[in-house]
């Protein structure tokens, strides 16, 4: 089975550029999506097919992929960023999470 | 504005079954592939299992194989999911979620329900 790897937790302060990779075998290969999940809300798209923002999404949210490794970036970071964030891809028969990061603003 | 809307969940003894459903609206439901994701309490987000716009393929993950089945009523803009020989593991938030194609694609997901809470204890 295919595994995507996350660090638990990435803390930044307010203004300051936060960056949230996701590591796989030869990731950069594949399409990935980012979401953040807020306690007690719906998980949201930020980033799908590896760069693109979804309409509604804020430009300060970019993203990457080559080699191993997607990278979600957030530039000027602001208390409301705060939330866990996961990173997906897929295969013909399944959905793969990464085991998710929790952003922190300080 | 698209809406999911779960329902079901609730409180069932390990070894039993539950259904949910998740009621879509506001956009043409038959046109797209269709998620379960589940939640365990302080854990990470787990793809559960997909069916394809017109119900012609469905697949799952290991964890829930035989034991739980996707379905959808196109006619009734309704997602399911039959849970049966549930176990304390399966204890989660479940959430319907929207592909963004037919099936599973390389876009991910760009909806997500709210949830339901499924709690398998005695």
């Known amino acids: 089975s295919y595994d995507l790897t996350q660090a638990p937790s990435v803390s930044v302060s307010p203004g300051q550029t936060a960056t949230i990779t996701c590591s796989g075998d030869?990731?950069?290969?594949?399409?990935c999506s980012w979401y953040q999940h807020k306690a007690g809300q719906s998980p949201v798209l930020v980033i799908y097919h590896s760069v693109k923002r979804p309409s509604g999404i804020p430009e300060r949210f970019s993203g990457s992929n080559s080699g191993n490794t997607a990278t979600l970036t957030i530039n000027e970071t602001q208390a409301l960023d705060e939330g866990d964030y996961y990173c997906q891809t897929w295969d013909r028969t399944s959905l793969i999470f990464g085991g998710g990061t929790k952003l922190t603003v300080l | 504005q698209v809406q999911l809307v779960e329902s079901g969940g609730g409180v069932v003894q390990p070894g039993r079954s539950l259904r949910l459903s998740c009621a879509a609206s506001?956009?043409?439901?038959?046109?797209?592939?269709m998620h379960w994701v589940r939640q365990a309490p302080g854990k990470g987000l787990e793809w559960v299992a997909v069916?394809?716009?017109?119900?012609?393929?469905?697949y799952y993950a290991d964890s829930v194989k035989g034991r739980f089945t996707i379905s959808r009523d196109n006619s009734k803009n309704t997602l399911y999911l039959q849970m049966s020989s549930l176990r304390a593991d399966d204890t989660a938030v479940y959430y319907c979620a929207r592909d963004m194609q037919r099936g599973i694609s390389a876009n991910g997901i760009d909806f997500w329900g709210q949830g339901t809470l499924v709690t398998v204890s005695s």
């Open positions: 030869k990731l950069g290969n594949r399409h």
């Open positions: 069916i394809w716009d017109d119900g012609s393929h469905q």
């Open positions: 506001a956009f043409i439901f038959s046109n797209y592939g």
